[in-house]
């Protein structure tokens, strides 16, 4: 595969455009554009590693700016930067256009042999976002299609849609996209072949304002695709698709006229199929990842694939093959007869609660920074399945009040975190690990799905895992 090429005929050849934000997507973003013709200009709030480079390319590092410099064509804005961002204000009040990667990478797309560029796949939702799309990259492969999953995961759309294999062709033929909610606030002309919301539950909406403007930016995914797909169990995901030309629903049950479901325990496609009573895709046992939610994510990742055409075996080859991403319910090792399994990227109580459903006694390490988000509900639906609970983080007492309310007999251990003591982040989850070690019997669960943030303790919600399974595998355990 060749580096990305420039072109006569892009669309932002000659203009001026403005880089705010100089993360991942930002520099691939100002690669993309030097490349096109653009004249590029950065900026950020300090000056990182990749503008020596991005400078001796031809780009332009302004520091960090609140206004627009004259002449300024288009901004393209990181997804950390929030609407009232006052560089992008200014820029709005300028009537200069704003949008983000994914915005610019629609925008940028190459033709195929056909003449059209290859389609995207759409994913968003609060939760679940890049299993399904990793699911959905699966199939996709098993379907012969060179697919990649990109955006919010794995490589920058700007990058995926703009290279080409050695023949000078596209290098992908369709594309498994996963976009946040930031990112959609951003875009406004993405026309997906298929686009899905997973779930939207009460997060970002201090990025936002307002849970409204929160789901409304993820229902943007939806707007210019033929085909919308949510799972019939979550209420606000459900009620955005309902009013489309074409929904499509997911369901844990049996599947009406027009849904994707489970009939006795196989996957079912009554939504695509040519036989009105559903296609068999996959036994339900088949598939490697536990838990309802992934259910729920394997049966609207197959929808999307169906959508365009993909088969029902490639469906069952590529869900057969799929083996989760890192840090969602992975199980690190067993020990003395329990297991251990990592779901940091838990990191909301949404997510925690479809982790903690997939197993039924369960030792439940949680925690952090919750962002003001209300565990009650949470605590409350759990309960009966907690063998015990160790908290941990800046946070932990709001949990335990929950768990004094909620699950009053359930043992709770407390363990001191990196800033309460002079203890590093490693030693702090030594400490959880062996605590929930003395309150688990064989047959339970200790699981990692701490329903909050990290960066109080850890690095990152990776560092929090990595910590985690550190600490089990001192313990001896076989995976």
Do not use: C
Not at 49 to 76: H, I, K, N, Q
Not at 183 to 193: R, V
Not at 322 to 341: I, Q, S
Not at 349 to 372: C, T
């Amino acid at each position: 595969m060749s580096d990305v090429v420039s072109g006569h005929d892009s669309p932002v050849a000659g203009r001026t455009v403005l880089v705010a934000g100089l993360g991942v997507s930002g520099v691939a973003a100002a690669r993309v554009l030097l490349a096109q013709g653009a004249a590029v200009l950065l900026t950020d709030a300090a000056e990182p590693a990749a503008v020596a480079e991005l400078s001796g390319l031809g780009a332009r590092w302004l520091g960090a700016v609140e206004t627009l410099p004259d002449g300024v064509d288009l901004v393209v804005t990181s997804p950390g930067w929030r609407p009232d961002a006052p560089l992008l204000v200014d820029a709005a009040g300028r009537g200069v256009e704003v949008i983000g990667e994914p915005e610019l990478a629609w925008r940028l797309r190459l033709p195929g042999p056909d003449g059209v560029p290859a389609p995207w796949l759409a994913v968003t939702g609060t939760n679940g976002k890049t299993t399904t799309v990793t699911m959905l990259e699966a199939i996709l492969t098993a379907a012969g299609r060179r697919a990649v999953a990109a955006g919010n995961v794995g490589r920058p759309l700007v990058e995926v849609v703009t290279a080409r294999d050695d023949d000078g062709a596209p290098a992908f033929d369709v594309v498994a996209v996963e976009l946040s909610s930031f990112q959609l606030h951003w875009s406004s002309s993405l026309a997906p072949a298929a686009a899905a919301v997973l779930n939207v539950a009460d997060d970002h909406t201090d990025w936002h304002g307002s849970f409204a403007a929160y789901r409304d930016a993820k229902a943007r995914i939806l707007e210019r695709s033929p085909v919308a797909v949510a799972d019939a169990g979550d209420p606000v995901a459900s009620a955005v698709v309902a009013t489309h030309p074409r929904p499509v629903t997911v369901t844990l049950g049996e599947p009406a006229p027009g849904q994707l479901g489970v009939r006795a325990g196989a996957l079912v496609d009554r939504a695509f199929a040519d036989d009105p009573a559903g296609e068999h895709l996959l036994a339900r046992e088949d598939l490697p990842v536990p838990g309802p939610h992934n259910t729920v994510n394997a049966l609207v990742a197959a929808a999307l694939a169906r959508a365009i055409g993909v088969d029902a075996a490639a469906v069952r080859r590529g869900l057969a093959r799929f083996r989760g991403g890192a840090h969602r319910n992975v199980l690190v090792a067993t020990v003395d007869g329990v297991e251990y399994v990592d779901d940091s990227k838990a990191t909301n109580p949404h997510a925690a609660g479809a982790s903690l459903a997939a197993y039924p006694r369960v030792v439940w390490i949680a925690g952090g920074l919750l962002k003001g988000a209300d565990v009650d509900p949470l605590v409350s639906a759990v309960a009966p399945r907690l063998a015990g609970v160790v908290l941990l983080g800046r946070d932990r007492a709001v949990v335990a009040r929950s768990l004094a309310r909620h699950a009053s007999s359930v043992p709770v251990v407390e363990v001191a975190s990196g800033n309460d003591e002079a203890m590093d982040a490693e030693t702090t989850m030594t400490r959880v690990v062996a605590a929930a070690a003395g309150l688990a019997r064989p047959g339970d669960t200790v699981l990692l799905a701490p329903a909050a943030a990290s960066m109080d303790v850890f690095r990152d919600y990776g560092h929090r895992g990595r910590a985690f399974a550190d600490a089990v595998q001192a313990l001896g355990g076989r995976v």
